[in-house]
């Protein structure tokens, strides 16, 4: 299945973070969500063959990286409290079926 | 207007009910996913679905392409049913990922 790391973060304001996701074998996609407490999860970006190839409504100090051996990253910098959420990463193969983390979630305080 | 709505946005039942949640949407879609996330915890997918009918266990998904309309339906409820139920959709045909638009969720309580 897929993996995140770690489970839960605290930062504080103004530091820089990185989340991992460890994809299901063999997908080539994957996509970073953030789920703010009590709403549904917004589209960040979506890595293919380890180039972006879609992003949502965030600035650029969110950035990623995907690598060859199924795992990603979201790297997010100068973390401003509105940043505190869930982040969800999901593999897929294609356009198939995407398949969800458990999430790490970030405290920034 | 969303792209994806649910009904109902809450939902009580007993133990036991069978249970349905609704999905329209407004988008030309290739498939839809019903999804289930448990309280302050990740999202697991239940199913993903382009026509007809899929059952896996209690839960079973019935989608109608022509009218934009999918249901979850979840027989002999049970508590550890207890969860937030998205549905979602990837872009229209020609988008360049495969991103999901979520819908509101229904929020389920299944009291025993």
Known sequence: GVTQSPTHLIKTRGQQVTLR???????????????????????IFQYYREEENGRGNFPPRFSGLQFPNDS?????????????????????FS????????GTRLTVL | KNEVEQSPQNLTAQEGEFITINCSYSVGISALHWLQQHPGGG???????????????????????????SSLHITASHPRDSAVYICAVPPPYGGATNKLIFGTGTLLAVQP
């Open chain 1, 21 to 43: 996701c460890s994809s299901q074998s063999g997908h080539n996609t994957v996509s970073w969500y953030q789920q703010a407490l009590g709403q549904g999860p917004q589209f």
């Open chain 2, 43 to 69: 999202i697991v997918s239940l199913f993903m679905l382009s026509s007809g009918k899929k059952k896996h266990g209690r839960l079973i998904a019935t989608i109608n392409i022509q009218e934009k309309h």
């Open chain 1, 95 to 102: 356009r198939g079926e995407q398949f969800f983390g458990p």
């Open chain 1, 72 to 92: 990603s990253e979201l790297n997010v910098n100068a973390l401003e409290l509105d940043d505190s959420a869930l982040y969800l990463c999901a593999s897929s």
